[in-house]
């Protein structure tokens, strides 16, 4: 009985250890916690999941991230392993009033809604630059001149050999009648 029991008791403890865990993982990361009024903050989202088990990664938008800036995200890279399959995409935000802010922790779905994991709810700071009122105002920079490129004088340099071949053509004309 007891050598029953004993193995009954290594068993329960060491199969797990055999058995492949297929877990869905989320994460989330800022690349940086305080940033200036402006600045752009990007978020990496990893998920992992076993292999070919579909998910849904939401659609990113002002309406869900409230008070934050969206300013894009990339495509999805996908990246496909013996046993697990990785998504990556980066979420590029900004804030335009100082203070802290929270970025929403993203829920990833099963296909039939079912939440399969979710990230954690990143902090930040925005903070403004320290303004000397005692300075006289001035000029951000200095007003840059910007060459021309052809894209630019193309239309141009048309429109003078159209005139130029008309002129020829109209002198052609009058010396031949």
């Known amino acids: ?35 200036l009024i402006g600045d752009q ?17 939401p659609q990113f938008s002002q309406e869900l991230l409230g008070s934050i800036d969206y300013i894009g995200s990339s ?7 013996e046993q697990q399959t990785v998504f990556n995409q980066i979420i590029v935000i900004t804030a335009f009033d100082s ?13 039939d809604s079912s939440l399969l994991a979710i990230t954690q709810p990143l902090a930040f700071e925005v903070t403004t630059l320290q303004v000397d009122t005692t300075a006289a105002i001035r000029d951000i920079k200095p007003i840059k001149k910007v060459p021309l490129t052809f894209k630019e004088v193309l239309p141009y340099i048309l429109i003078a050999l159209a005139a130029t071949a008309i002129m020829a053509l109209i002198v052609w004309l009058i010396i031949k009648y």
Do not use: C, E
């Not at 903050?41 to 990664?57: C, E, H, N, Y």
């Open 1 to 35: 009985m007891k050598r029953k029991l004993l193995i009954i008791a290594i068993l329960t403890f060491i199969f797990p250890f055999f058995l492949g865990a297929q877990d869905y993982k989320a994460n989330a990361k800022l690349d940086s916690t305080h940033i």
């Open 41 to 57: 903050i990007r978020v990496s989202l990893s998920v992992s999941t076993p292999k070919g088990k579909p998910i849904i990664i």
């Open 75 to 81: 495509k999805i890279d996908t990246i496909v392993s």
């Open 99 to 111: 203070g802290s802010y929270l970025f929403p922790a993203i829920p990833i779905l099963g296909l």
